[in-house]
């Protein structure tokens, strides 16, 4: 079963625009966040996370906001530019274990 | 280069044959991840050392597969009597835990594993 969810699975943006990604969990017990980027034939690089104690985590243009009570995390890019073009996975952590969505191909128009 | 770094990058081998894939971690980090991802997919949770201790084991990970963190540094993924459906990426990630929710990862590039 599919403990964390993507039901996007591309998104296509203008440039300058705002980026959001969004991504559903089932497990109540998943205390950390994150979401990683993935361009082909390299490993997801780490983008930005949140402590389940919090609702919002800002790192210049990338904004994650966590809402709890509906289970549900979104990433918010803005501006977007044409290299944020890529794959986006939210994963979700509890007890050491980690739980990837299936992504969401993102496409930044210039 | 001080990211993770895993080889080989590709393996490409016939049915029934054993491969072994090695990660080497960032240095001072204490947690070594591995990870199994086919087309389409996210990354799915094989298993985890901490130090030298395995700590945790996916389902997915059969009979089949071993791992192994000898000195708590590097670490290798077995896959024994390879069959077609382990085709796959296999990514390893680490990280410096100290609190169960900072744990963030950092992926290496991956061994693409063909298994003919």
């Known amino acids: 079963d599919q403990q964390v969810k993507q039901n996007s699975p591309s998104l296509s943006v203008q440039e300058g625009r705002i980026s959001i990604l969004n991504c559903d969990y089932t497990n109540s017990m998943f205390d950390y966040f994150l979401w990683y980027k993935k361009y082909p034939a390299e490993g997801p690089t780490f983008l930005i996370s949140?402590?389940?104690?919090?609702d919002k985590n800002e790192d210049g243009r990338f904004t994650v906001f966590l809402n709890k009570s509906a289970k549900h995390l979104s990433l918010h890019i803005v501006p977007s530019q044409p290299g944020d073009s890529a794959v986006y996975f939210c994963?979700?952590?509890?007890?050491?274990?980690?739980?990837f969505g299936t992504g969401t191909s993102l496409t930044v128009i210039p | 280069d001080t990211g993770v770094s895993q080889n080989p990058r590709h393996k490409i081998t016939k049915r029934g044959q054993n491969v072994t894939f090695r990660c080497d971690p960032i240095s001072e980090h204490n947690r070594l991840y591995w990870y199994r991802q086919t087309l389409g997919q996210g990354p799915e949770f094989l298993t985890y050392f901490q130090n030298e201790a395995q700590l945790e084991k996916s389902r997915l990970l059969s009979d089949r597969f071993s791992a192994e963190r000898p000195k708590g540094s590097f670490s290798t993924l077995e896959i024994q009597r390879t069959e077609q459906g382990d085709s796959a990426m296999y990514l390893c990630?680490?990280?410096?835990?100290?609190?169960?929710?900072?744990?963030?990862?950092?992926f290496g590039p991956g061994t693409r594993l063909t298994v003919l």
């Open positions: 994963a979700a952590s509890a007890y050491g274990q980690f739980y």
């Open positions: 949140i402590s389940s104690i919090k």
């Open positions: 990630a680490s990280s410096l835990a100290r609190l169960a929710d900072t744990d963030t990862q950092y």
